[in-house]
């Protein structure tokens, strides 16, 4: 198994910054890449960023390309979310994922970590 634990979030004003990181550990766990996703309420989960594990190559989604970057720590299994300039349609829930080596799709999830954004 795979356990995941985001951490960071809370609440800001409009244009603050906040990193989110997310912890992983298991006896299962060989990541390919690692995800960062939002949800907001009554809304569909969101693509945010990628990070592959090995090269750290990165992926940022379109609605958040220079806002949002996402890195990794190989030695502390931990990938991090800085964002900036955070807007009040940032306010969802955050999650990290892990895609394994062996899977084609994030098949881990973090409990979620909130982030709210006030104007």
């Known amino acids: 198994q795979v356990q995941l634990v985001e951490s960071g979030g809370g609440s800001v004003q409009a244009g603050d910054s906040l990193k989110l990181s997310c912890a992983a550990s298991?006896?299962?766990?060989?990541?390919?890449?690692m995800g960062w996703f939002r949800q907001a309420p009554g809304q569909e989960r969101e693509f945010l960023a990628r990070i592959t594990w090995t090269y750290g190559r990165t992926y940022v989604a379109d609605s958040v390309k220079g806002r949002f970057t996402v890195s990794r720590d190989n030695t502390q299994n931990t990938v991090f979310l800085q964002m900036n300039s955070l807007k009040p349609e940032d306010t969802a829930v955050y999650y990290c994922?892990?895609?394994?080596?062996?899977?084609?799709?994030?098949?881990?999830w973090g409990q979620g970590t909130q982030v709210t954004v006030s104007s």
């Open positions: 994922a892990v895609r394994n080596i062996d899977s084609l799709t994030y098949d881990y």
């Open positions: 298991g006896r299962t766990l060989s990541p390919y890449a």
